[in-house]
């Protein structure tokens, strides 16, 4: 065979394990394979697993030793590729580095222990050919196909399981997200230190058994720790919903304790009303009328309107959210005012846990901005057909700095603190046409979000 036929070979080789990895990280992360960054991968994967492969040349020829595995150098170069990948998948899909590092870290295991059984499975059962070019592709090319189709396969399945949303639990708390990194890392390298620690071991049936197995137990463990995972932080969130709920039960309470006490003063005003029309004092008459529509607004008007503002919220876990902060806010004293005039539902193309969050940003930091006295937090909510208006406004002691906005970290409550926008602008940078507004006006610091309709 000539230089360029076998050079050839090597290159698609290459260039199938690149593919395959490609593929199955873009189905464990639920994403859609995206040709730019595929093509831009396919780049770094020949590039990268060319200089290990010259690189392990150059290390036989230096040391004049070949008991080093070439496992060692390719699996640095696939380690190396898998953090490539993971750095673009998370900038491409706007998701966390570990997340999908993690994930590409986890598709090397699953697309290096396939491939290795696939080429055992045809050095031992295909037969002998005369034809050498024929023999190459048979015994080189063929296998790496067959890894391209498994992980297509594999792919597919994860993707109609729905597993890359269990997957996506592990790494909703940091801990959970490193462990998982650990285990991928450890399945990954157990086949190079297998052929470094045993160097004379040979590949048999049992050997291709072993390690086909290991990726069905560690894909079924992850699946298992990621739906524990998911139920965990899905309990977490009924216990909040009661919170919320008790929260809003409390709000309605409490309406209910100033109508009874604007019940009781109306009847002692009301009194004085019935002798004032027996006098014929009109004057009186409407003076009190006044008073009694100013007593009124006070007692009971914003209670009222934060009710009716509570129940055009159709979408249960958004009005229960806001019950719970405007009652925080009655508690700490802060007029918490609501404005939701149209009913407003959750078919909105940012996901709910997103929204939550979102929001739960944007007023714990009105809250915690408003001055000591005479704090003022506004709500604004306006569902229209294509979109959900939303705006929270704030009063405040100090003027924000808006060209300081921006910086990651940036606070003004001291060390500790300045995360929570950062969140938020990761959240919304996740949201496919999800647009934010941030300015001063009229003493209020004022931050919109609009959210595209589903």
């Not at 390298?189 to 052929?195: E, F, G, K, N, V």
């Not at 909040?240 to 929260?247: G, M, R």
Request: net charge neutral.
């Amino acid at each position: 065979m000539s230089l360029a036929y076998r050079l050839g070979t090597v290159a698609f080789i290459m260039a199938m394990m690149a593919l395959a990895l490609y593929i199955l990280t873009a189905g464990i992360l639920g994403r859609r394979i995206h040709r730019k960054s595929l093509a831009l991968f396919f780049i770094c994967g020949e590039v990268i697993q060319w200089s290990a492969m010259f690189l392990y040349l150059l290390y036989t020829v230096v040391t004049g030793q070949e008991d080093m595995p070439s496992a060692v150098f390719d699996t640095a170069g696939y380690l190396l590729m898998a953090l490539i990948l993971g750095l673009m998948m998370s900038r491409l899909h706007h998701l966390p580095l570990l997340h999908t590092f993690t994930a590409a870290i986890l598709c090397t295991f699953v697309v290096n222990t396939a491939n290795n059984t696939m080429v055992y499975v045809v050095e031992e059962y295909s037969p002998l050919f005369d034809r050498q070019h024929f023999l190459a592709f048979v015994r080189l090319d063929v296998p790496y196909m067959l890894t391209v189709g498994v992980a297509l396969l594999v792919a597919a399945i994860l993707k109609r399981s729905g597993f890359y949303r269990y997957f996506a639990a592990m790494f909703r708390s940091r801990a959970r997200g490193i462990l998982t990194l650990a285990v991928c890392l450890a399945l990954t390298l157990i086949m190079p230190l297998q052929q470094l620690l045993f160097p004379d071991l040979t590949p048999d049936a049992n050997y291709a058994t072993f390690f086909f197995a290991l990726i069905v137990v560690g894909v079924f463990l992850l699946q298992f720790a990621a739906m524990y995972a998911a139920g965990q932080d899905r309990i977490k969130a009924q216990e909040e919903t009661i919170l919320q709920q008790q929260a809003h039960m409390a709000l309605l309470e409490e309406l209910q304790q100033e109508i009874r006490a604007f019940r009781h003063d109306f009847t002692n005003l009301f009194s004085g009303l019935t002798l004032q029309a027996q006098e014929g004092d009109l004057a009186g008459i409407q003076d009190f009328m006044k008073r009694t529509s100013s007593y009124f607004d006070e007692k009971l008007g914003s209670e009222i309107a934060q009710m009716d503002g509570l129940n055009n919220i159709q979408f249960y876990p958004l009005r229960s959210l806001l019950a719970t902060k405007l009652a925080k806010m009655r508690q700490m004293r802060i007029k918490g005012v609501l404005e939701a005039l149209r009913p407003v539902n959750g078919q909105l193309s940012m996901d709910t846990d997103d929204l939550l969050r979102a929001l739960g940003i944007l007023l714990d930091n009105a809250i915690e901005a408003v001055p000591k006295w005479e704090g003022q937090v506004r709500v604004v909510l306006l569902q229209e057909e294509k979109e959900l208006y939303l705006a929270v406004a704030n009063n405040y002691e100090q003027a924000p700095d808006l060209s300081a906005l921006a910086k990651k970290g940036y606070t003004t409550k001291g060390s500790g603190h300045g995360t929570g926008l950062t969140s938020y602008r990761r959240i919304v940078a996740r949201c496919r046409g999800c647009a934010t507004r941030t300015y001063l006006k009229d003493g209020m610091f004022i931050q919109e979000l609009h959210i595209p309709a589903a």
